[in-house]
Nanobody, 112 residues
Framework: QVQLVQSGGGLVQAGGSLRLSCTTSGIIFRLINMDWYRQAPGKQRELVAQITNVGYTNYADSVKGRFTISRDNAKNTLYLQMDNLKPEDTAVYYC??????WGQGTQVTVSS
């Protein structure tokens, strides 16, 4: 059974930082491409960042230079380091495997 368990998130002031984690089980993590998505109130879910199984990364223009996606294959865990956060980053963040399995979501709220 595939499981993605997220942690991190919370409330932070604009300009602050947060780190999200997504610990996986039931998959061969080192072989899987992984993504972070987010969904703000009243908006569609959008892709934030991607990382391939060999570590190539891609980011949405809105987060380039502020967010960093990474992975620890020994821990079967995906990360999203978010720096210089802005109020418009407020959303529920989800991790996702390349096969379409989703984490439970975690709230990130950035106050101005």
């Amino acid at each position: 059974q595939v499981q993605l368990v997220q942690s991190g998130g919370g409330l932070v002031q604009a300009g602050g930082s947060l780190r999200l984690s997504c610990t996986t089980s039931g998959i061969i993590f080192r072989l899987i491409n992984m993504d972070w998505y987010r969904q703000a109130p009243g908006k569609q879910r959008e892709l934030v960042a991607q990382i391939t199984n060999v570590g190539y990364t891609n980011y949405a223009d809105s987060v380039k230079g502020r967010f960093t996606i990474s992975r620890d294959n020994a821990k079967n865990t995906l990360y999203l380091q978010m720096d210089n956060l802005k109020p418009e980053d407020t959303a529920v963040y989800y991790c996702r495997t390349g096969a379409g399995n989703w984490g439970q979501g975690t709230q990130v709220t950035v106050s101005s």
